[in-house]
């Protein structure tokens, strides 16, 4: 676990000695999205997630605490740049979720499509809203990289650093 899953967190597991592929979920205030029974290609969330950061100030989204999570949540997943979606691969496809960013912190907002091929029994809500500062997402993306670096240097097909 890298983070802490209470607030940010990423749990991976690369698979095999060939370090291709990665079981992966992203923690956020405790609850666990993705599934670890499906693999991804290794780093693809890294990817994902180093392009939320890089582009964070065209994330630029005021929500208004008027506004209720479904409003929010259908404004983001509707723009027509489609820039809020975050793709992080097949370990993730029962699961919308989308990052926006405003005064240093980046705000995600997810919702499980029902019905989902994996069952989640630990997840009890269907949806939710977490924020997330820029440093500790930052520094929990800047280990996590590390940490992939690391587990694929001695295969045929290695991480390298970006961050």
Same mark, same amino acid.
């Given at each position: 676990?890298?983070?802490?899953?209470?607030?940010?967190?990423?749990?991976?597991?690369?698979?095999?000695?060939?370090?291709?592929?990665?079981?992966?979920?992203?923690?956020?205030?405790?609850?666990?999205?993705?599934?670890?029974?499906?693999?991804?290609?290794?780093?693809?969330?890294?990817?994902?997630?180093?392009?939320? !950061?890089?582009?964070?100030?065209? =994330?630029?989204?005021?929500?208004?605490?008027?506004?209720?999570?479904? &409003?929010? @949540?259908? +404004?983001?997943?509707?723009?027509?740049?489609?820039?809020?979606?975050?793709?992080?691969?097949?370990?993730?496809?029962?699961?919308?979720?989308?990052?926006?960013?405003?005064?240093?912190?980046?705000?995600?907002?997810?919702?499980?499509?029902?019905?989902? !091929?994996?069952?989640?029994?630990? =997840?009890?809500?269907?949806?939710?809203?977490?924020?997330?500062?820029? &440093?500790? @997402?930052? +520094?929990?993306?800047?280990?996590?990289?590390?940490?992939?670096?690391?587990?694929?240097?001695?295969?045929?097909?290695?991480?390298?650093?970006?961050?």
């Amino acid at each position: 676990m890298i983070g802490n899953s209470k607030n940010f967190a990423i749990e991976s597991q690369i698979v095999g000695s060939e370090g291709k592929l990665e079981r992966v979920r992203l923690w956020l205030k405790g609850k666990a999205l993705g599934s670890f029974e499906d693999e991804n290609l290794t780093g693809m969330e890294l990817g994902t997630l180093i392009n939320i !950061y890089r582009n964070r100030d065209t =994330l630029e989204y005021n929500d208004s605490s008027s506004l209720s999570f479904s &409003a929010s @949540f259908n +404004s983001l997943l509707n723009d027509t740049d489609s820039k809020y979606i975050c793709n992080f691969g097949e370990a993730f496809d029962d699961f919308v979720i989308l990052a926006s960013y405003s005064n240093r912190r980046f705000t995600f907002y997810w919702k499980l499509v029902e019905p989902s !091929y994996f069952k989640y029994p630990d =997840l009890n809500e269907k949806k939710g809203k977490v924020i997330v500062d820029e &440093a500790v @997402f930052l +520094s929990v993306l800047k280990e996590y990289e590390a940490f992939l670096v690391d587990a694929t240097k001695n295969t045929n097909t290695p991480i390298k650093p970006v961050l």
